[in-house]
């Protein structure tokens, strides 16, 4: 559990906590740390650059502002290069710089080179993954929550392709003083089809409650089966948290041609992103 509180950290850029869980931990050599969720949405899809820090220092990780990144299909010459557009308290944010097309069970490769000084070599760190298939959302409902006047749970209804493993997870943007923010988590949300595949079901936001008045967005994501088993991993510790129980580290998929350990993932995600619709339109 050595890592226990930076994997936290991690986890709360990712769900866009606003109140991460900073642990007393030693300081150690900085990690690179990269948070790549990649797919064709403009709203869910980014990449944070950034080095670890002492625990009690700062909030504040240091940025990598000056990284070359990029995503190759590897069937083509086809390739998308993000660059450098802001600094967050999380790190630096990456942004495609042209529209990014994916194609199905395609392998794609994700590069991010870290220039190095006279001091430290050049870095190039490297990760693979099949681009899952993107499933859409076929409805949109709300639960009214028991005696709570105008409070409602959001419902996402979708058909699971037959005769494949299929992963989801979610997310959903709410209009806050004119402008669409993502909502943040607890936990990140999963859901598989064992016992339902090739079945209409639906799944819950329990981020928070909506009004009549709320206007939302969803953003439904498809993963793999590697992705799952990562944002799993990382709810583990958010469980154990805080008690007497271990649970292991979340592995990165990323290989450094320096050998040095790294934290985050790539991930390439289907992610349907619905229209914005009102709420008193959906009861």
């Avoid at 980014?46 to 000056?66: A, H, M, Q, W, Y």
């Avoid at 005696?147 to 996402?156: G, K, T």
């Avoid at 923010?181 to 339902?196: A, F, R, S």
Wanted: hydrophobic fraction near 40%; charge should be negative; charged fraction near 20%.
């Amino acid at each position: 559990m050595k890592y226990l509180g930076l994997i936290i950290l991690l986890l709360c850029m990712m769900m866009g906590c606003e109140e991460p869980i900073i642990l007393d931990l030693p300081s150690g050599e900085p990690s690179t740390i990269i948070d790549a969720n990649i797919s064709e949405s403009n709203v869910v899809s980014r990449v944070v650059l950034s080095k670890s820090l002492g625990f009690n220092d700062t909030i504040n990780f240091p940025p990598i502002e000056n990284a070359s990144v990029v995503l190759a299909h590897g069937r083509s010459e086809t390739s998308f290069s993000f660059n450098y557009v802001n600094t967050l308290s999380v790190g630096a944010v990456y942004e495609a710089q042209s529209e990014v097309t994916l194609i199905s069970d395609d392998l794609y490769f994700f590069s991010v080179y870290l220039p190095g000084s006279i001091e430290d070599p050049d870095t190039l760190y490297q990760a693979t993954m099949k681009m899952p298939t993107k499933v859409p959302v076929e409805g949109i409902r709300f639960r009214a929550v028991a005696d709570e006047s105008d409070q409602y749970v959001l419902r996402i209804f979708f058909t699971d392709p037959e005769g494949e493993r299929n992963f989801y997870s979610w997310r959903v943007s709410q209009k806050i003083n004119g402008e669409y923010v993502v909502l943040p988590n607890n936990k990140i949300p999963l859901y598989t089809d064992q016992g339902i595949d090739g079945k209409s079901v639906f799944v819950e936001f329990a981020g928070s409650n909506f009004s009549e008045s709320d206007t939302v967005q969803v953003h439904f994501k498809s993963l793999t089966r590697d992705a799952y088993d990562y944002y799993r991993a990382l709810n583990n510790l958010i469980d154990v948290s805080g008690t007497n129980t271990s649970a292991d580290n979340p592995r990165s998929n990323f290989v450094s041609t320096a050998g040095d350990r790294s934290f985050g993932y790539f991930s390439l995600e289907g992610v349907h992103d619905t229209e914005a619709f009102a709420v008193a339109d959906s009861l």
